[in-house]
């Protein structure tokens, strides 16, 4: 008797935690950020985002948009109050290679206001696949007190550039496919800043460089970058010096791209 009783606690509690685990988990970086999908489509403003994780045919594959949504956004110079963001049922998301799909937190694809959520890309690229780019379309609408209104991201009038998955062959090169086995959080580290607020200069405490140089990357809540230089490796820890004094007062994202690693924090400027 007590060993059913036992049996069916631990049968509940892992339907429970069944019940808890998330299909994918937002990026907490752009909690402060305007409402947008994150990473921004890659554009000549944005140079640094877009997919930037390919896929290769037969490998495991994942990759992460988060979305942040206010309770107000500003179409056609008009302020419209908003309920929440959901994919469309009808193709939500266009271009996929075969073999990857989608899921959502919350896993209904539909995200309350205020609040942060995201879509994953997952799966394993088939082989009747053929390599190249996939230019991608995700398609949502906001419900509104009025009805639900329409719109596609990439998005010509308030996010422009493009979404587009590099898809590699399964005998394609090295990196590629240990690029693919990776989702963009399991190589997300933060970087030091000191202070972390202040005029506009920061000194950076640089980790050790896995590749000969990364690029470094200064970019306001709107993900326009505003810096971008390079720094090389010395073979050790480095520090670097980031003066953003003329710009204005706010908040802005500090990114290190090392390789297939990232290293990020945020500055606040008086």
């Known amino acids: 008797m007590i060993l059913r009783v036992s049996f069916t606690k ?25 409402a947008g999908v994150y990473p921004r489509p890659l554009s000549d403003l944005y140079p640094d985002a877009g997919i930037q994780t390919p896929a290769c045919i037969g490998e495991p594959y994942t990759f992460n948009f988060t979305i942040r949504l206010t309770d107000t956004v500003l179409i056609a110079g008009n302020q419209i109050a908003i309920n929440s963001i959901r994919l469309r049922t009808a193709t939500p998301i266009i271009g996929l290679p075969t073999g990857i799909s989608y899921r959502c937190e919350p896993p209904s694809c539909d995200i309350p206001a205020e609040t942060l959520g995201c879509i994953e890309l997952y799966g394993t690229p088939e082989a009747s696949n053929i390599p190249g780019e996939y230019p991608l379309m995700i398609r949502v609408e906001l419900i509104t007190n009025f009805g639900a209104i329409p719109l596609d991201f990439p998005n010509a009038a308030i996010s422009p550039g493009t979404y587009t998955l590099q ?10 496919i240990t690029l693919s086995t990776h989702s963009p959080f399991d190589k997300t580290f933060p970087l030091e800043v000191y202070p972390s607020f202040g005029q506009g200069i920061a000194m950076l405490y640089l980790p050790e460089l896995e590749s000969k140089s990364a690029s470094l990357y200064v970019s306001d809540m709107m993900g326009k970058t505003i810096h971008k230089s390079k720094i090389y490796s010395s073979g050790e820890k480095q520090t670097s010096a980031i003066d953003i004094s003329n710009y204005p007062a706010g908040t802005y994202i500090i990114q290190l791209q090392d390789g297939i690693l990232t290293y990020r924090t945020k500055y606040i400027k008086w």
């Not at 631990?10 to 305007?34: E, G, K, T």
């Open 167 to 176: 898809l590699g062959n399964e005998n394609g090169p090295d990196e590629c």
């Open 10 to 34: 631990l049968l509940l509690l892992c339907i429970s935690c069944l019940a808890s685990a998330q299909n994918c988990i937002p990026d907490q970086f752009y909690a402060d950020s305007v």
